[in-house]
């Protein structure tokens, strides 16, 4: 039977880097028998994750997808299999891959993902391995809300409580860890340690070996150029921003925003507080010492985290950071108008512009 390999995630573990190699390689793998699924999504396959919901729920993906209710949710299934069986049927395939941090974060029962492996159990599918790179919650839990500023979401002290629902579902390694056992065996997970700081190429080593892909089947120079971190003061003042106005969110489709942002104030991101990095350590630290003892032959420190010291604030600098991010918004919603009225008729915008 051919093998399946399920990428999971987590979220923030690099899975943008692997998919973006996946995606550019995948001639080249086919050539060694190797399918990266494209029907079910290019790159990031979470059609797949979402089409394996037991149950209709509205969320960002099922709106984005226009699927409503159970019954487009079912057709949208059924779609989606039927797709994938017919890509597998062409390629003839002795091993597949499919791969979404979505299948970690969104199928968040053990119906979920009993859904999605009997679906692909009624295409063909089995021989299943499962790898998942796992990651300290709280490094999650900062990168996760530095991206959801610059995207124009508002956070404030409550989202830094691995409570919060934005990320709880997320940072869970023992009950992710539970799930995809119960449903898969324990014999299917592959579970590793996301290296923190370590540069893009080793992460990608790694996975390539998890997959048994050798360096000689994939072209390494296809790699993604990874988000730049932001300064703390940059972030800061985005979220001010973000706070009375729905500007950076309008805009966060537009990458030059992004990337004048990435240009002028690179960083290295948010640093939790004391209290906060206290929290997160009394929250997990019985469940990752369990992980440690049943998955990893009782490594002493499950995840090696170092935090740098938060960057002074010097009010002189923290006003002409906040000063230039506005000047950058304004310039990009002016271009955003300006792209919005290039798609009207001329008339018409001629009529807007007061010519």
């Not at 300006?338 to 008729?345: E, F, H, R, T």
Request: with cysteine; aromatic share 6%; hydrophobic share 40%.
């Amino acid at each position: 039977m051919k093998q399946t390999i399920l990428h999971i995630g987590l979220e923030k573990t690099g899975t943008t880097s692997i998919q973006y190699l996946l995606s550019q390689n995948r001639s080249r793998l086919l050539e060694s028998s190797i399918l990266v699924s494209n029907t079910t999504n290019a790159g990031n396959n979470f059609h797949l994750a979402i089409a394996s919901y037991s149950k209709f729920r509205a969320d960002g993906l099922t709106k984005q997808l226009g699927i409503t209710n159970q019954q487009q949710l079912d057709a949208f299934r059924n779609k989606k299999l039927q797709s994938l069986k017919q890509e597998i049927a062409a390629a003839k395939p002795e091993r597949v891959i499919l791969s979404s941090e979505h299948f970690q974060s969104r199928l968040l029962t053990v119906e979920d993902i009993s859904l999605l492996k009997t679906s692909l159990e009624s295409i063909g599918l089995g021989n299943f391995k499962v790898l998942l790179y796992l990651r300290d919650p709280l490094k999650i839990v900062m990168s996760h809300h530095g991206m959801a500023i610059k995207k124009g979401v508002h956070v404030t002290d409550a989202f830094y409580r691995p409570e919060h629902p934005r990320i709880s579902h997320i940072i869970d390694n023992k009950k992710t860890l539970q799930n995809w056992q119960t449903v898969f065996g324990r014999e299917a997970i592959d579970a590793r340690i996301y290296a923190e700081s370590q540069p893009a190429e080793a992460l990608l080593s790694d996975f390539l070996g998890a997959c048994e892909i050798s360096k000689q089947q994939i072209d390494m120079s296809k790699q993604e150029v990874r988000n730049v971190n932001l300064s703390a003061a940059a972030l800061r003042a985005l979220n001010q921003v973000n706070a009375t106005s729905d500007r950076v969110r309008v805009l966060a489709e537009d990458r030059w925003l992004f990337n004048q942002l990435e240009k002028r104030h690179p960083g290295k991101g948010l640093t939790p507080t004391t209290a906060t990095i206290e929290l997160f350590d009394e929250r997990f630290k019985a469940d990752h010492k369990q992980i440690s003892t049943e998955w990893f032959g009782g490594k002493e420190q499950l995840f090696a985290v170092k935090w740098a010291a938060s960057e002074s604030i010097d009010e002189v600098e923290e006003a002409a950071v906040a000063k230039d991010i506005e000047e950058l918004i304004a310039a990009a919603m002016r271009k955003h108008r300006l792209s919005g009225l290039m798609k009207l008729p001329r008339r018409l915008a001629k009529r807007l512009l007061g010519r």
